[in-house]
Nanobody, 120 residues
Framework: QVQLVESGGGLVQAGGSLRLSCSAS????????VGWFRQAPGKEREFVAA???????YYTDSVKGRFTISRDNTKNTVYLQMNNLKPEDTAIYYC??????????????WGQGTQVTVSS
């Protein structure tokens, strides 16, 4: 079993930055591919970014150039650095494992989510 815990969410003004963390524990946690998703009120959960154990990266178009996903395998932690935040980035952000897909159902493990609110 794998446990994922997100942290780092909060309230920020448009143009600001936040860094989210996803800490993994449990079996094979150090070899996971990890994705970040987000869900805004009234909308479906959508893919944001993903990173493989070896460091391959994938982003959705709306965050390219603003968000950076990275990992520290020694800490079993994946990060999502979010710069130049926009009000439309407001959502609950979830990390998930073990996939590089954009499809929610391909991920077996999910964190509890962390709220990101961007004010205009």
């Amino acid at each position: 079993q794998v446990q994922l815990v997100e942290s780092g969410g909060g309230l920020v003004q448009a143009g600001g930055s936040l860094r989210l963390s996803c800490s993994a524990s449990g079996r094979i946690s150090s070899s996971l591919a990890v994705g970040w998703f987000r869900q805004a009120p009234g909308k479906e959960r959508e893919f944001v970014a993903a990173i493989s154990y070896g460091g391959n990266l994938y982003y959705t178009d709306s965050v390219k150039g603003r968000f950076t996903i990275s990992r520290d395998n020694t800490k079993n932690t994946v990060y999502l650095q979010m710069n130049n935040l926009k009000p439309e980035d407001t959502a609950i952000y979830y990390c998930a494992a073990d996939s590089m897909s954009t499809i929610v159902s391909t991920y077996d493990y999910w964190g509890q989510g962390t709220q990101v609110t961007v004010s205009s």
